[in-house]
Nanobody
Framework: QVQLVESGGGLVQPGGSLRLSCAAS????????MGWYRQAPGKQRELVAS???????YYTDSVKGRFTISRDNSKNMVYLQMNSLKPEDTADYYC?????????WGQGTQVTVSS
């Protein structure tokens, strides 16, 4: 199964942008559905966006039009481009891979949106 490592988090001002990256090692990356989740302090982890092996995407309502998920199967990478960031986007962001009932998580990267 794959192993996942996120990067790209940090501190950004409201209205700014960040791009999160998730590097996958291991085989069959292209067959996994990949997702980005986030967990804010005191809140449950929630699905932000996902992309299937075929390229179909899903976004939670609060990020539609601002975030874009993409994948590069040749590089075993998945990205989350986050634009027009808001303070409520502050959270730990986790990369997730699902295939045939097996779920793999990365260690997370912190995103803080604050002036």
């Amino acid at each position: 199964q794959v192993q996942l490592v996120e990067s790209g988090g940090g501190l950004v001002q409201p209205g700014g942008s960040l791009r999160l990256s998730c590097a996958a090692s291991g085989g069959l990356f292209g067959t996994y559905t990949m997702g980005w989740y986030r967990q804010a302090p005191g809140k449950q982890r929630e699905l932000v966006a996902s992309i299937t092996s075929g390229g179909s995407t899903y976004y939670t309502d609060s990020v539609k039009g601002r975030f874009t998920i993409s994948r590069d199967n040749s590089k075993n990478m998945v990205y989350l481009q986050m634009n027009s960031l808001k303070p409520e986007d502050t959270a730990d962001y986790y990369c997730n891979a699902i295939r045939r009932g097996v779920t793999v998580w990365g260690q997370g990267t912190q995103v803080t949106v604050s002036s």
